[in-house]
């Protein structure tokens, strides 16, 4: 786990089981929850947060579930609750659930402060206190700290982010949860805040909590890691509230290949990762999902294949074989010679021109009928050339 503000590597802790769960008609069961969390951490996620405190009692079973498996897997210090401002009450459900780590939610904007606590400054920061009091009598840990509603209250009350951040960082507190509770923050905003904070607050650990109303999650991450950020926060899928969050596939990718940054996550695991939470939540994962959809490493168009064949000219560094998978090419109205012999030859047949051709016309014949075209079909195609 990152401790300091090594400038190789990037945390990530995975809410799936915790904000993932907040996507509607998604609820994920004891099984579920423990399959999920087992899988997270065996890909390399450096930590989950597997629930929030004081939901029911089914949510308190799963997280003591979680919690035993942890311990005996010697994983306990990479698993923590959301908490909340509340004396002991979350402390006391942790403790409960045996967890041995929270993550506190605080207001990060002054609007959220007024509106929905109904308090000042002041009177949240000794809620606060009170809060960090009761965990470390009762033994709980706290491994950081959100601050909700952060991207309007770093743009509306910034006086009101300093003060609550002197506070944080007197009371103990060493890492902060920088959230775009709505999305709402473009990559350039996200630069200039995070900046903003790591220099005004050298001794504090920031990562960043993205969600995706307007589709820019990834690039937000991808900003808040180049302006500073040590971590950052994804689901596995995008799954969350609304638009959801920063997915954990497309994070990794970004990070690896555009951000010159090294995560602990093992690639060849996010498909299986994938489909798990996919079962579990009963959201299939698009066929054109970056990353691990059904779609994503194959070529439709004649002339990719024909590009692929002759120098592998529509191959980039996202390569299926670093996630498992290999490239495809469809057969269907648009293909082209290439990709009818690609797929002759990987039947075992020695193809001549003419039988190219012969095979193409009933390929796109078949497409041009909207019927589809299998592997198997050319077979025949090839062996009984006067029928299509």
Same mark, same amino acid.
């Given at each position: 786990?990152?401790?300091?503000?090594?400038?190789?590597?990037?945390?990530?802790?995975?809410?799936?089981?915790?904000?993932?769960?907040?996507?509607?008609?998604?609820?994920?069961?004891?099984?579920?929850?423990?399959?999920?969390?087992?899988?997270?951490?065996?890909?390399?996620?450096?930590?989950?947060?597997?629930?929030?405190?004081?939901?029911?009692?089914?949510?308190?079973?799963?997280?003591?579930?979680?919690?035993?498996?942890?311990?005996?897997?010697?994983?306990?210090?990479?698993?923590?609750?959301?908490?909340?401002?509340?004396?002991?009450?979350?402390?006391?459900?942790?403790?409960?659930?045996?967890?041995?780590?929270?993550?506190?939610?605080?207001?990060?904007?002054?609007?959220?402060?007024?509106? *929905?606590?109904? =308090?000042? /400054?002041?009177? +949240?920061?000794? &809620?606060?206190? @009170?809060?960090? !009091? #009761?965990?470390?009598?009762?033994?709980?840990?706290?491994?950081?700290?959100?601050?909700?509603?952060?991207?309007?209250?770093?743009?509306?009350?910034?006086?009101?982010?300093?003060?609550?951040?002197?506070?944080?960082?007197?009371?103990?507190?060493?890492?902060?949860?920088?959230?775009?509770?709505?999305?709402?923050?473009?990559?350039?905003?996200?630069?200039?805040?995070?900046?903003?904070?790591?220099?005004?607050?050298?001794?504090?650990?920031?990562?960043?909590?993205?969600?995706?109303?307007?589709?820019?999650?990834?690039?937000?991450?991808?900003?808040?890691?180049?302006?500073?950020?040590?971590?950052?926060?994804?689901?596995?899928?995008?799954?969350?509230?609304?638009?959801?969050?920063?997915?954990?596939? *497309?994070?990794? =990718?970004? /990070?690896?290949? +555009?951000?010159? &940054?090294?995560? @602990?996550?093992? !690639? #060849?695991?996010?498909?299986?990762?994938?489909?798990?939470?996919?079962?579990?939540?009963?959201?299939?994962?698009?066929?054109?999902?970056?990353?691990?959809?059904?779609?994503?490493?194959?070529?439709?168009?004649?002339?990719?294949?024909?590009?692929?064949?002759?120098?592998?000219?529509?191959?980039?560094?996202?390569?299926?074989?670093?996630?498992?998978?290999?490239?495809?090419?469809?057969?269907?109205?648009?293909?082209?010679?290439?990709?009818?012999?690609?797929?002759?030859?990987?039947?075992?047949?020695?193809?001549?021109?003419?039988?190219?051709?012969?095979?193409?016309?009933?390929?796109?014949?078949?497409?041009?009928?909207?019927?589809?075209?299998?592997?198997?079909?050319?077979?025949?195609?090839?062996? *009984?050339?006067?029928?299509?």
């Amino acid at each position: 786990m990152q401790t300091d503000r090594d400038r190789t590597s990037v945390t990530l802790m995975d809410t799936t089981l915790r904000d993932g769960e907040q996507t509607p008609d998604v609820c994920f069961d004891s099984d579920d929850k423990l399959s999920i969390a087992r899988a997270l951490l065996q890909a390399g996620v450096d930590r989950i947060e597997i629930g929030s405190a004081r939901v029911s009692p089914g949510e308190q079973r799963s997280a003591r579930r979680i919690a035993e498996w942890a311990r005996d897997a010697g994983l306990a210090e990479r698993i923590a609750l959301l908490g909340f401002c509340d004396d002991r009450r979350s402390v006391d459900w942790a403790l409960e659930a045996g967890v041995p780590a929270m993550n506190l939610l605080v207001k990060g904007s002054e609007r959220h402060c007024r509106l *929905q606590l109904g =308090a000042s /400054l002041v009177e +949240h920061t000794a &809620r606060i206190a @009170a809060t960090l !009091e #009761a965990a470390a009598r009762g033994g709980l840990a706290i491994c950081g700290v959100y601050l909700e509603d952060w991207s309007r209250g770093v743009t509306e009350s910034p006086a009101y982010v300093a003060q609550l951040l002197d506070s944080l960082s007197s009371l103990g507190i060493r890492r902060v949860y920088l959230a775009d509770t709505l999305g709402v923050l473009e990559p350039e905003q996200v630069s200039r805040g995070v900046r903003r904070m790591c220099r005004a607050h050298p001794e504090l650990l920031f990562e960043f909590h993205a969600h995706d109303d307007y589709g820019l999650a990834t690039a937000n991450c991808l900003a808040a890691v180049r302006a500073g950020a040590v971590g950052l926060h994804t689901t596995v899928g995008g799954l969350g509230e609304r638009a959801g969050n920063a997915s954990l596939e *497309q994070i990794v =990718a970004v /990070l690896h290949d +555009h951000a010159g &940054r090294r995560t @602990a996550v093992d !690639e #060849a695991s996010l498909c299986q990762l994938g489909e798990l939470v996919a079962k579990a939540s009963g959201r299939a994962v698009p066929q054109n999902a970056p990353v691990v959809g059904e779609h994503v490493f194959t070529q439709t168009a004649g002339v990719h294949a024909d590009g692929d064949s002759k120098a592998l000219l529509y191959a980039s560094r996202l390569a299926p074989e670093r996630f498992g998978r290999c490239r495809v090419y469809a057969l269907g109205k648009l293909s082209g010679r290439a990709s009818v012999e690609h797929h002759l030859r990987a039947l075992g047949f020695a193809p001549s021109p003419a039988q190219v051709e012969h095979v193409l016309a009933a390929v796109v014949a078949c497409g041009e009928a909207k019927q589809p075209v299998r592997r198997e079909d050319l077979a025949r195609w090839i062996e *009984q050339p006067h029928s299509p």
